[in-house]
């Protein structure tokens, strides 16, 4: 009897990679869902830029997000070692149609920035991080 658990991975891990390709991403289940060192995480998407990792996670209970952020930086210190751009979350709730995607702000802005046609805008100079720390801690 096959593992139920098991499956529900597998099924969000094709449907990962086969949502990819009909975008024209490179996209491939890893040997193993992730027990092979040289093979880590669930999914690899290649690019002209670099390879992302996925973690491919289902459950009938939503995770915490310290859960969450622990599985993302579980794929990120492996994309880290492999010389990656870097690695995402992939959840799904059990039954649910759309997976949802967790990853850093940089990552993300940095994938952002590589799409065509960018739309200009005036140059401002924004505030660093720090300073939005600051005003944010300033107005509690």
């Avoid at 990792?53 to 210190?77: F, H, I, N, Y």
């Avoid at 799409?115 to 805008?121: A, C, E, I």
């Amino acid at each position: 009897m096959a593992n139920r658990n098991k499956n529900l991975g597998t099924g969000l891990e094709v449907r990962v990679v086969n949502r990819a390709k009909k975008r024209g991403i490179e996209a491939k289940r890893q040997p193993g869902s992730g027990i092979f060192k040289a093979h880590p995480n669930d999914v690899l998407l290649r690019f002209e830029a670099g390879q992302l990792l996925d973690e491919c996670k289902v459950r009938s209970t939503p995770p915490s997000l310290a859960q969450m952020l622990s599985w993302l930086d579980g794929a990120e210190a492996n994309a880290a070692r492999m010389g990656m751009l870097g690695a995402f979350l992939t959840y799904n709730h059990k039954g649910a149609p759309d997976p949802h995607v967790l990853l850093r702000l940089d990552l993300f802005l940095d994938l952002l920035a590589r799409l065509p046609g960018p739309v200009t805008t005036t140059t401002t100079t924004a505030p660093e991080d720090s300073v939005c720390n600051e005003l944010h801690e300033s107005r509690n």
